[in-house]
């Protein structure tokens, strides 16, 4: 079994910048470090802006680095076939997104686009991944795209894992979802993230989700990661002005 302090991606001084249309430079990352574990869920946090989606779509090449590098199990990621790559860097986008057809038909996508044999409905480990999720195994014959908000994005989260990523990135995951469906998801990811050894990076304005639900907890402001450690620590004595700010706006004004 791995152990649960093992790294699986680390970021080493990982930097962006960005050209507007006259040619100036603009950094939206600076010099990020970061370690994600497998069984753990790291929560990124920081207000609007701050970089925390151009942080995410660098660890699977939707968007490459100006500096520093992402390691997978030891390897930089650009020595991956970008699909290779997002076949164990899964993830979940911030708007759920099903296909049209059954909820069967959304999961079986994947194989499909692998050229593999497509699973059935009484495939054993799918059956285990709908539980996972808390998908009802009734609802594989369901047309998709009738389920809830809350149910797409749970199976959303289940087509990502069929065919056994080693790291799951979710970005802004419950932006749509009232909070007793946020406590679903939630639970939903601890034990998909717990049981399948998996190594979580989750970034979100949402705090009530970052305290129920993170192993570690970093801020990321203005591109920087000002603080990261235990999100107790972190949420009770925040060292930084920078997060005690953050900390002390109203919900509405932290996204």
Known sequence: MVAASESVLQLN?????????????SPVLRDVDLTLQAGRITVVIGPSGGGKSTLVRLLNRLEEPSSGQVLLNGQDVRQYDPLQLRRQVAMVAQKPFVFSGTVLHNLQRPFAFQGHTLPTEDDPQLLELLTLCQLSTDWLQRDARSLSVGQQQRLCLARSLVTGPKVLLLDEPT????????????????????????????????????????????????????EQGLPAELFARPRSIALQSFLALPARMQD
Request: hydrophobic share 40%; aromatic share 2%; with cysteine.
């Open 13 to 25: 001084g990982l930097g962006k910048i960005r050209r507007n249309e006259q040619g100036k430079e």
């Open 175 to 226: 932006s749509a979802l009232d909070r007793p469906t946020v406590t679903r998801l939630a639970d939903s990811l601890r034990e998909v993230c717990h049981k399948r050894r998996l190594a979580v990076l989750l970034v979100t304005h949402d705090l009530h989700l970052a305290k129920i639900i993170a192993d570690q907890l970093a801020y990321l402001e203005d591109g920087r990661i000002l």
